[in-house]
C-alpha cells in the first residue's frame, strides 16, 4: 500500500558530506511529519531530526549546525544533507514518515529499510 525508501548513504572521509532522500510512495492522502534517525553497531536507534508537514524543523544535539533536513511535498519526500561528517556519525539511517493513508482514519508510522552511511577517519 505503502512504501518508504531512503537513498543516497555511502562512504565518505571525515569533513565531508552527504545528502540522503527519503520518498513515500503509495495510497497516500497525506503526509505529516517526517524524521531521519540512525542505529550504529550495538548502540540503540538514535532520533537525528524531523521535520512537519509545514515545514518546522527539530534537530538533535549531535547533529546541530552540522546536518539539515527539508522536505518537498509534492514529490512526498524528505531530504538530509548532512556537512561536516564525523566518524561518530557512522551508521544505518532510517526514515520515519507519518502517513495518513487514503481511507484511513489517521496517520500510522511507516518507516524505510534504511541507507547505511560510513565515515572514516
Known amino acids: 500500500q505503502v512504501q518508504v525508501v531512503e537513498s543516497g548513504g555511502g562512504l565518505v572521509q571525515a569533513g565531508g558530506s552527504l545528502r540522503l532522500s527519503c520518498e513515500a510512495s503509495?495510497?497516500?492522502?497525506?503526509?505529516?511529519?517526517m524524521d531521519w534517525y540512525r542505529q550504529a553497531p550495538g548502540k540503540q536507534r538514535e532520533w537525528v531530526a524531523g521535520?512537519?508537514?509545514?515545514?518546522?524543523?527539530r534537530y538533535g544535539d549531535s547533529v546541530k549546525g552540522r546536518f539539515t533536513i527539508s522536505r518537498d511535498n509534492a514529490k512526498n519526500t524528505v531530504y538530509l544533507q548532512m556537512n561536516s561528517l564525523k566518524p561518530e556519525d557512522t551508521a544505518v539511517y532510517y526514515c520515519n514518515a507519518k502517513i495518513w493513508v487514503l481511507g484511513g482514519r489517521s496517520d500510522n508510522d511507516y518507516w524505510g529499510q534504511g541507507t547505511q552511511v560510513t565515515v572514516s577517519s
Open positions: 503509495g495510497r497516500i492522502f497525506r503526509l505529516n511529519d
Open positions: 521535520i512537519a508537514r509545514g515545514g518546522s524543523t
